[in-house]
């Protein structure tokens, strides 16, 4: 099984009239609670937890570099009337240490695929990504970077109160950052400084021109993104990476960028294993 083949074809038929369900409270401390056992290595009891609101688990074998992964998927995916809830993906192979996650897919194109490409770049993560294109839901309810009321919320904060740091991936359009290939930011917060400084200057020595948030004003900064904000009240380091299109449609230029987001995760995963 190729993971990066198995998402390009879960978020092939996201559109703006692919429909989008509201989760409740109850579905979405559900949800939550099952990926916590899932994290705590109790398949079996998240398994149950999870089948309690229609949500399957299964385990896969990455076809590229052959690492196991738990896939948190909901059951409507493939009928007439998919709820867009999401999916999770659980590294097996080492402890979850950190998330990379992916609010906007096929809205923000290929940031799935950049998101695939930094799960396989290093051990202990956890993919988030969202279930429905950014605009399928009435008014904003879609758009899970700025609603806390999805499920995607709720499984980014689960991880964020188990102090697991967060990458969060967007993609924008030419004329929003004219002058910029990548706008790196920390959100609210400040307690991944120091880790968006690495992430710059790996990107930088790759020759993208990085808009330092903490540094200047920059466009797309994410400081009203809902899950930064939570990451920052918590005091978990949260970055917010915005990539041009051009980055993002080139196998080469996006192939670079994974590895310089790899130097972030590589330094999580290290620094949280020795805790």
Same mark, same amino acid.
């Given at each position: ?55 399957? #688990? ?36 080492? $402890? ?6 992916? $609010? ?23 993919? #988030? ?21 999805? #499920? ?124």
């Amino acid at each position: 099984m190729d993971l990066a083949r198995r998402i390009e074809r879960y978020t092939a038929r996201f559109d703006e009239d692919s429909g989008y369900r509201r989760p409740t409270r109850a579905d979405r401390e559900a949800v939550a609670r099952g990926v916590g056992l899932l994290l705590d290595g109790r398949q079996d009891k998240a398994r149950e937890q999870l089948s309690d609101v229609d949500m399957d #688990v299964r385990t896969l074998v990455d076809s590229v570099g052959g690492r196991r992964y738990a896939e948190v998927a909901d059951r409507s995916d493939d009928g007439p009337s998919p709820r867009g809830w999401g999916r999770i993906y659980v590294g097996l192979d080492a $402890p979850a240490r950190w998330s990379v996650q992916v $609010p906007h897919p096929r809205s923000d194109e290929a940031t799935e695929q950049l998101g695939v490409a930094v799960l396989r770049g290093s051990p202990g993560g956890v993919l #988030v990504i969202a279930g429905a294109h950014r605009k399928a839901g009435s008014g904003n309810a879609s758009d899970v970077a700025h609603r806390r009321d999805s #499920v995607f919320h709720a499984v980014c904060d689960e991880l964020v109160r188990r102090g697991a740091p967060g990458l969060q991936l967007h993609g924008f359009a030419s004329g929003s950052a004219p002058d910029h290939d990548v706008v790196a930011s920390t959100g609210e917060g400040s307690a991944a400084r120091d880790d968006g400084r690495e992430l710059a200057d790996a990107l930088r020595e790759k020759d993208f021109d990085v808009c330092r948030a903490w540094v200047r004003n920059c466009p797309l900064e994410g400081r009203t993104n809902v899950q930064g904000r939570s990451a920052a009240e918590a005091g978990v380091p949260f970055l917010h990476v915005e990539f041009s299109r051009r980055v993002r449609m080139s196998s080469e230029a996006s192939a670079e960028a994974a590895d310089a987001l790899v130097t972030v995760t590589d330094a999580w995963s290290a620094r949280r294993g020795a805790e």
